[in-house]
């Protein structure tokens, strides 16, 4: 998976609750977004960044937000955990503008809220 | 907004056939296209690109095809193989935009 990690790989939670999953890369990758895979619906982009503490909304950001303090580094944070986050969250990079929608895609994380 | 959407949900194969995986797109300053793999368990993986001003492009095995006046995109695979299992999106980018829209998927499930 192009040197990502996404972690944790599976998480349980209750509603209300507070959950951060990170997206770590080792290739130095300028861009980094963090998707959202539902049945029937694709991917959809939460936030992405493209920078250190460059970060921007996608179509679905509403109860999300993200930090980016180092460049392998994207942190992203369910601030108070709702049953309609159940998902697959996915973490991608691309390397530079030039062909960014060659993005390489981590491994996934499988987040429950109960 | 506009979409990327796909006329099949599930194509099933035998082995050694070409599939074609078709997508429609409804959005005319798309100019890129970008066709993923994703098999079961994992993140997506980049398969081909295609510019707008393109009408064909080739890769290893597979091919995509644009077809601007009907806003059709398709991805063919050659000689298809048990390993092409996997579910394939088409996505695309438009207005300068290096972020993609991705299309729903569709499941291809290729019989020994």
């Known amino acids: 998976d192009a040197g990502i990690t996404q972690s944790p790989r599976h998480k349980v939670t209750e509603t209300g609750t507070p959950v951060t999953l990170r997206c770590h890369q080792t290739?130095?990758?300028?861009?980094m977004y963090w998707y959202r895979q539902d049945p029937g619906h694709g991917l959809r982009l939460i936030h992405y960044?493209?920078?250190?503490?460059?970060?921007d909304k996608g179509e679905v950001s509403d109860g999300y937000s993200v930090s980016r303090s180092k460049t392998e580094d994207f942190l992203l944070t369910l601030e108070s955990a709702t049953s309609s986050q159940t998902s697959v969250y996915f973490c991608a990079i691309s390397e530079s503008r030039a062909h960014p929608y060659e993005q390489y895609f981590g491994p996934g994380t499988r987040l429950t809220v109960t | 907004g506009e979409s990327v959407g796909l006329h099949l949900p599930t194509l099933s194969v035998q082995e050694g056939d070409n599939s074609i995986i078709n997508c429609a797109y409804s959005n005319s300053a798309s100019d890129y296209f970008i066709w993923y793999k994703q098999e079961s368990g994992k993140g997506p993986q980049f398969i081909i690109d295609?510019?707008?001003?393109?009408d064909k492009r080739q890769g290893q095995r597979v091919t995509v095809l644009l077809n601007k006046t009907v806003k059709h995109l398709s991805l063919q695979i050659a000689a298809t193989q048990p390993g092409d299992s996997a579910v394939y999106f088409c996505a695309e980018t438009s207005g300068g935009s290096y972020i993609p829209t991705f299309g729903r998927g569709t499941s291809l499930i290729v019989h020994p």
């Open positions: 960044s493209y920078g250190v503490k460059d970060t």
């Open positions: 290739e130095n990758h300028r861009y």
């Open positions: 295609i510019r707008s001003n393109m």
